[in-house]
């Protein structure tokens, strides 16, 4: 076996490689020896069968080290023939050529990968027995003729192999197939309809054009029963409590912070008494938040907060008694127990854990709020008897994650909630196949606006289609709901069958078996060599590098990639290369070339369910206490001044046309979603969202936390310093910070 290895120093020359190998059953390794000159290359022989750990360490003129490890499976030879040649679709207009090693050729030298004979020839890399090269530009309809140049050959006797391009793969025409046929040839395994129930229907759609923040309200206006309400005279805050408002004593330590800079900051101010000097001028966006008379939902003390919504004060003002009327729509399915729960599952998507009720007897429905002035009337098509509605939680919930409610209704709300309010709410129903009691997550809607919890935008991710996950921090199952932080659709879906279609997909990504009751066993159930959460960590970043024909790369997350694919004016798509220009082509690439599956060959609605899931995953809150820690507001500001923000851009918008549950939204992904060389060749600018609840979940399964497209940074820290080339002077700009200002930086990273 020959092992290549390709090794470059941006700074300095590479001294030299070492291979260490360990053989199959061995627990040690051992050197096969130092090269110190092109092509790095090393011969083992006399292969045991099994699998071999192989590491390459390289050593530069400063002798620092740098490392990357594989496991190759040696396996003894067949006589088999027909895939000596193979054209592997990578995207588009991308392909891997792939020439199958024959047992005459050269284990030493480089071999060059050709895209038209002479035309764009690259260094190749051996991958388990074959010669592999990823080929862009690819024109359709055009006839290539690629070639292998192999070391020590003569010209005229150098594989080829003549195919015309169509977009997708061509195999030896020895057999039409592609390396090594992939996949279960008929797939029995794969049940994408048991946990299925759904009545198709269609529930109003998300607001249209809404807008980013709600308009000052008029002075004088009186607060409800169970709201608020404010004046604004100059600078001069006063306010005005409900009579029947649960919240602290006094002023329940009430805050105001605004934005004068486009919420990029904002200034905070106390209120005393009731009133308070404003801190901003002209135009500013601004919210409030208070304090929960009692907290226990978590650990997280920013969980006491309560949140209103966002106000502005450019344009004109409105009276809260009569802003235009308008329907704002949403989707989701029935939850086993409360919200917060410690003794079951409410997040998590499996089986009831606390008894014997499955998934698929739990009701998807659609949910939809009519709001008109002073008459706010949430409607829902839940299949069965709705017991009632609650909102405004006034004490501590009990283990069971009950919560106590100052408000029971049903439906609700009517005229108890003030202007710009955030209702809270879990409605409790006898739905669906199951005969107990089920609720809705906890809900978020905020009066004259629309969907939505938290009034600071920063800390919606996904503008008003972000979930906000507040889970019990105690109880048997709080891994598990921890583990589903991710793995929530967008709250701006409006049709039962996309609920569903997500519910099925989940169990296909994850490798969950829906027959099998109560099952946690993630990974379990496989399509072709392993399941997609196998390498997406439960919808997140992986932990383990995985070697691909492009080289070594960490999976990213697949939360929010449909929004990443709508935004307007992208100029990349997905993989770390950015080569797939939508989701729906990325997941196809990935069964091909990661689980060695045709994805044409998945039997009924598979490839749908598994496109749909990917695509309806959401970015989650932040945590509301971030700009609570410290360093984080100041790392903000840092993160803008010294360049980071030009390329992890941290605004964007999605397009008017896309579909209706992902049009016009104002998401914080930190991307351009553009291409940028830092000096390791062209990549994605990565987004960041989402990176302070990936960094949480992984700890808490003590799984590996690395960055950058290989892998290969164990710190953030690190990744920032391997930030060269297009990237090169913004690092210049970080290195010049003093430590605390670095630290700043990282930890405001470290809560996205």
């Given at each position: 076996?020959?092992?290549?290895?390709?090794?470059?120093?941006?700074?300095?020359?590479?001294?030299?490689?070492?291979?260490?190998?360990?053989?199959?059953?061995?627990?040690?390794?051992?050197?096969?020896?130092m090269?110190?000159?092109?092509?790095?290359?090393?011969?083992?022989?006399?292969?045991?069968?099994?699998?071999?750990?192989?590491?390459?360490?390289?050593t530069?003129d400063?002798?620092?080290?740098?490392?990357?490890?594989?496991?190759?499976?040696?396996?003894?030879?067949?006589?088999g023939?027909?895939?000596?040649?193979?054209?592997?679709?990578?995207?588009?207009?991308?392909?891997?050529?792939?020439?199958?090693?024959?047992?005459?050729?050269?284990?030493?030298?480089?071999?060059?990968?050709?895209?038209?004979?002479?035309?764009?020839?690259?260094?190749?890399?051996?991958?388990?027995?074959?010669?592999?090269?990823?080929?862009?530009?690819?024109?359709?309809?055009?006839?290539?003729?690629?070639?292998?140049?192999?070391?020590?050959?003569?010209?005229d006797?150098?594989?080829?192999?003549?195919f015309?391009?169509?977009?997708?793969?061509?195999?030896?025409?020895?057999?039409?197939?592609?390396?090594?046929?992939?996949?279960?040839?008929?797939?029995?395994?794969?049940?994408?309809?048991?946990?299925?129930?759904?009545?198709?229907?269609?529930?109003?759609?998300?607001?249209?054009?809404?807008?980013?923040?709600?308009?000052?309200?008029?002075?004088?206006?009186?607060?409800?029963?169970?709201?608020?309400?404010?004046?604004?005279?100059?600078?001069?805050?006063?306010?005005?409590?409900?009579?029947?408002?649960?919240?602290?004593?006094?002023?329940?330590?009430?805050?105001?912070?605004?934005?004068?800079?486009?919420?990029?900051?904002?200034?905070?101010?106390?209120?005393?008494?009731?009133?308070?000097?404003?801190?901003?001028?002209?135009?500013?966006?601004?919210?409030?938040?208070?304090?929960?008379?009692?907290?226990?939902?978590?650990?997280?003390?920013?969980?006491?907060?309560?949140?209103?919504?966002?106000?502005?004060?450019?344009?004109?003002?409105?009276?809260?008694?009569?802003?235009?009327?308008?329907?704002?729509?949403?989707?989701?399915?029935?939850?086993f127990?409360?919200?917060?729960?410690?003794?079951?599952?409410?997040?998590?998507?499996?089986?009831?854990?606390?008894?014997?009720?499955?998934?698929?007897?739990?009701?998807?429905?659609?949910?939809?709020?009519?709001?008109?002035?002073?008459?706010?009337?949430?409607?829902?098509?839940?299949?069965?008897?709705?017991?009632?509605?609650?909102?405004?939680?006034?004490?501590?919930?009990?283990?069971?994650?009950?919560?106590?409610?100052?408000?029971?209704?049903?439906?609700?709300?009517?005229?108890?909630?003030?202007?710009?309010?955030?209702?809270?709410f879990?409605?409790?129903?006898?739905?669906?196949?199951?005969?107990?009691?089920?609720?809705?997550?906890?809900?978020?809607?905020?009066?004259?606006?629309?969907?939505?919890?938290?009034?600071?935008?920063?800390?919606?991710?996904?503008?008003?289609?972000?979930?906000?996950?507040?889970?019990?921090?105690?109880?048997?199952?709080?891994?598990?709901?921890?583990?589903?932080?991710?793995?929530?659709?967008?709250?701006?879906?409006?049709?039962?069958?996309?609920?569903?279609d997500?519910?099925?997909?989940?169990?296909?990504?994850?490798?969950?078996?829906?027959?099998?009751?109560?099952?946690?066993?993630?990974?379990?159930?496989?399509?072709?060599?392993?399941?997609?959460?196998?390498?997406?960590?439960?919808?997140?970043?992986?932990?383990e590098?995985?070697?691909?024909?492009?080289?070594?790369?960490?999976?990213?997350?697949?939360?929010?990639?449909?929004?990443?694919?709508?935004?307007?004016?992208?100029?990349?798509?997905?993989?770390?290369?950015?080569?797939?220009?939508?989701?729906?082509?990325?997941?196809?690439?990935?069964?091909?070339?990661?689980?060695?599956?045709?994805?044409?060959?998945?039997p009924?609605?598979?490839?749908?369910?598994?496109?749909?899931?990917?695509?309806?995953?959401?970015v989650?809150?932040?945590?509301?206490?971030?700009?609570?820690?410290?360093?984080?507001?100041?790392?903000?500001?840092?993160?803008?001044?010294?360049?980071?923000?030009?390329?992890?851009?941290?605004?964007?918008?999605?397009?008017?046309?896309?579909?209706?549950?992902?049009?016009?939204?104002t998401?914080?992904?930190?991307?351009?979603?553009?291409?940028?060389?830092?000096?390791?060749?062209?990549?994605?600018?990565?987004?960041?969202?989402?990176?302070?609840?990936?960094?949480?979940?992984?700890?808490?399964?003590?799984?590996?936390?690395?960055?950058?497209?290989?892998?290969?940074?164990?710190?953030?820290?690190d990744?920032?310093?391997?930030?060269?080339?297009?990237?090169?002077?913004?690092?210049?700009s970080?290195?010049?910070?003093?430590?605390?200002?670095?630290?700043?930086?990282?930890?405001?990273?470290?809560?996205?």
């Open positions: 076996m020959t092992v290549s290895a390709m090794a470059d120093d941006s700074d300095g020359n590479v001294s030299y490689l070492e291979l260490f190998y360990s053989e199959p059953g061995s627990g040690s390794e051992v050197s096969a020896g090269v110190s000159n092109t092509p790095y290359s090393w011969t083992l022989e006399a292969l045991l069968e099994g699998t071999y750990g192989l590491r390459v360490v390289a530069d400063d002798n620092d080290t740098a490392e990357n490890s594989r496991f190759v499976d040696v396996v003894a030879a067949d006589s023939s027909g895939d000596d040649f193979a054209v592997i679709a990578t995207g588009a207009n991308s392909a891997i050529f792939s020439f199958k090693a024959q047992p005459e050729w050269p284990t030493g030298g480089t071999f060059y990968s050709c895209k038209d004979l002479e035309v764009d020839c690259y260094p190749a890399a051996l991958l388990d027995g074959r010669w592999d090269r990823e080929h862009n530009n690819l024109s359709n309809g055009q006839t290539y003729t690629a070639q292998l140049k192999v070391p020590g050959m003569s010209a006797n150098f594989p080829r192999y003549t015309t391009w169509n977009g997708n793969g061509a195999g030896n025409p020895g057999d039409g197939g592609n390396p090594d046929e992939p996949g279960d040839p008929d797939f029995a395994h794969l049940d994408w309809t048991s946990n299925s129930l759904t009545n198709g229907r269609v529930g109003p759609a998300p607001r249209a054009n809404p807008p980013a923040a709600l308009r000052t309200p008029i002075n004088g206006a009186a607060p409800t029963s169970h709201g608020f309400a404010f004046d604004i005279n100059g600078n001069q805050l006063s306010w005005r409590w409900g009579p029947q408002i649960v919240k602290g004593g006094g002023d329940s330590g009430l805050e105001m912070h605004c934005s004068d800079d486009g919420n990029m900051t904002f200034k905070t101010v106390g209120v005393s008494g009731g009133s308070a000097a404003i801190p901003c001028s002209g135009d500013y966006n601004y919210f409030f938040r208070y304090l929960h008379p009692s907290h226990s939902l978590n650990n997280n003390p920013a969980h006491q907060w309560i949140w209103t919504g966002l106000f502005t004060t450019e344009g004109s003002r409105v009276d809260p008694n009569n802003y235009p009327s308008f329907t704002d729509g949403s989707a989701n399915w029935m939850r127990r409360h919200p917060v729960s410690h003794d079951g599952t409410t997040a998590a998507i499996l089986d009831a854990q606390h008894n014997n009720d499955l998934l698929r007897n739990l009701d998807r429905y659609n949910i939809w709020v009519d709001d008109s002035p002073g008459n706010v009337q949430i409607g829902f098509d839940v299949d069965g008897n709705v017991i009632r509605n609650e909102s405004m939680r006034n004490t501590a919930g009990g283990p069971n994650g009950q919560q106590f409610f100052a408000l029971t209704q049903n439906p609700g709300f009517g005229n108890v909630f003030s202007y710009g309010q955030v209702i809270q879990e409605v409790s129903a006898v739905a669906g196949n199951t005969g107990a009691q089920t609720y809705n997550d906890f809900s978020y809607y905020t009066v004259g606006l629309g969907w939505g919890n938290y009034g600071d935008p920063r800390l919606n991710p996904a503008g008003k289609a972000s979930t906000t996950m507040i889970l019990s921090d105690n109880g048997t199952y709080s891994h598990l709901e921890y583990n589903a932080i991710f793995t929530q659709p967008v709250t701006t879906l409006h049709s039962e069958d996309m609920v569903d997500f519910l099925l997909g989940h169990h296909l990504f994850h490798g969950i078996d829906p027959n099998k009751q109560g099952s946690t066993d993630f990974d379990e159930v496989k399509i072709g060599d392993r399941s997609c959460g196998d390498c997406h960590f439960r919808d997140g970043r992986g932990s590098i995985i070697q691909t024909a492009k080289g070594p790369r960490l999976p990213p997350p697949t939360y929010g990639v449909k929004l990443l694919e709508v935004i307007e004016g992208r100029e990349a798509g997905f993989s770390w290369d950015g080569s797939a220009n939508t989701v729906a082509e990325q997941v196809r690439n990935a069964l091909v070339l990661d689980h060695g599956v045709d994805p044409d060959a998945l009924g609605r598979v490839l749908e369910l598994l496109t749909t899931y990917t695509e309806v995953l959401t989650p809150a932040r945590n509301p206490g971030s700009y609570d820690l410290p360093g984080v507001a100041e790392g903000d500001v840092l993160f803008n001044d010294i360049g980071c923000a030009g390329c992890h851009t941290p605004v964007q918008t999605t397009r008017s046309d896309a579909p209706t549950h992902l049009r016009d939204l998401l914080r992904p930190y991307t351009d979603m553009k291409t940028w060389d830092l000096g390791e060749g062209d990549f994605r600018t990565p987004p960041l969202w989402g990176l302070g609840h990936n960094i949480r979940m992984l700890e808490k399964n003590s799984r590996a936390l690395l960055y950058m497209h290989d892998g290969g940074s164990t710190s953030l820290e990744a920032i310093q391997r930030h060269g080339g297009d990237a090169a002077s913004v690092r210049s970080y290195n010049s910070l003093s430590g605390s200002q670095q630290d700043a930086v990282k930890a405001f990273v470290e809560t996205l």
